[in-house]
């Protein structure tokens, strides 16, 4: 059964009125002169488009007051079901509240490991400019210098660059991932910001982040 609107109803209706106007206008007419064929012709239509109109306007009433009655059973039925779950709805708004101060908590924790990750850049960085600046460039048997590709080389040890935001996308894409292995985040592919040496570094982060968490 297609859905009957309170307006669809009241214009039908509206509709059938006018219908019934000019039919008893046509009816006047006709009455009044007999021999004429247009007040005839009138009269016929009106008489075909008034009963048409009534029609669809009754059969539309019924259609409506069959739905409004559903109606009515299904709001109460709404009604009572809302009073049986109240506990339920506190239970719905306490779930969502700690559900919100646990993304809240988040967001300040991923906020703040982006800051400590662009103040690492930044000190490689400034690592790099001082090895720059007297002229060390990293190659063989040179422990120490700036590496071509922008990384910091001391004593061996290489300190890459990192790309901050791509670690913190990562560590979302894969916990996305373990949980809901086909939501679109779970396969997003975090591209380096900064170069190959941002990559690497992003990467050197992220092992030692899955080390500690004991992946």
Sequence with gaps: MITVTTDELKQAEREAERAQEELREAERDYASNRASQTAYARHKDAV??????????????????EQEAVRQLRAAEGEAAAREMAG????????????????????????RALDLLAEHDRLVRAALGRLGGRGL????????????????????????????????????????????????????VWAPHGGVTAGKGRDEVLAMVRAERGR
């Design 48 to 65: 075909e488009v008034a009963d048409q109109a009534a029609v669809r306007a009754r059969l539309l009433r019924r259609d409506w007051e």
């Design 88 to 111: 339920a709805v506190e239970g719905l708004a306490g779930s969502r509240m700690a559900a919100v101060g646990a993304v809240v908590d988040a967001v300040v924790a991923m906020g």
């Design 137 to 188: 460039r990293h190659g063989e048997g040179e422990p120490t210098g700036a590496g071509l590709d922008g990384s910091a080389w001391i004593d061996g040890t290489c300190w890459p660059l990192v790309d901050a935001g791509s670690v913190v996308g990562r560590c979302l894409t894969e916990l996305v991932a373990d949980r809901y292995p086909r939501h679109p985040l779970a396969r997003m």
